[in-house]
């Protein structure tokens, strides 16, 4: 994994660049993230957020309650609307960067697809991921991330 990860809109209002890889890569078919990517799913690395800075632009954001109750905050640039990246509130210490707002998507290998259950019948799944019929189960995304922080704080 090269570093920094760097990224932004498409308008290159908003930049942002990120000093530590993915911890977590996945792809979720949940209505939310069809509704927020414009197809057919979303793709996401996630990764820590005082790693992360963004160097340009504003963004504005869309709060939706995701079907485990949890609230995510979907960021997107707020000239061109496209979507950069997002949060949960209630734990942010990690930021979800979208994959289309890499400046090198090929980055991306996702481990998990979520929400396979309403994934839509005209686009095929990724043929190396664990599926995953609804939401996430800990090892999915909690467990890495605080398998990573536990790590950190013990460097
Ligand atoms: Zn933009
Ligand atoms: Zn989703």
């Not at 660049?17 to 996401?44: K, M, N, T, W, Y």
């Not at 079907?67 to 995510?72: A, T, Y």
């Amino acid at each position: 994994m090269k570093h920094p990860l760097l990224g932004g809109c498409a308008c290159s209002k908003v930049r942002y660049e990120c000093l530590e890889g993915p911890l977590v890569q996945l792809i979720c078919h949940c209505r939310d993230c069809q509704q927020a990517s414009g197809g057919a799913f979303s793709a996401f690395v996630i990764v820590p957020r005082d790693r992360l800075a963004y160097s340009a632009g504003s963004l504005r954001y869309h709060d939706v309650t995701a079907e485990s109750g949890r609230l995510l905050r979907r960021q997107f640039c707020c000239e061109c609307g496209s979507p950069v990246s997002a949060h949960w509130p209630d734990f942010n210490s990690v930021e979800l960067l979208t994959v289309a707002s890499l400046d090198e998507q090929s980055v991306f290998k996702p481990t998990h697809e979520l929400w396979v259950s309403r994934a839509e019948a005209w686009h095929p799944f990724h043929p190396d991921t664990i599926k995953v019929q609804d939401g996430p189960g800990s090892e999915v995304v909690r467990d890495p991330l605080r398998a990573y922080f536990a790590a950190r704080r013990n460097r």
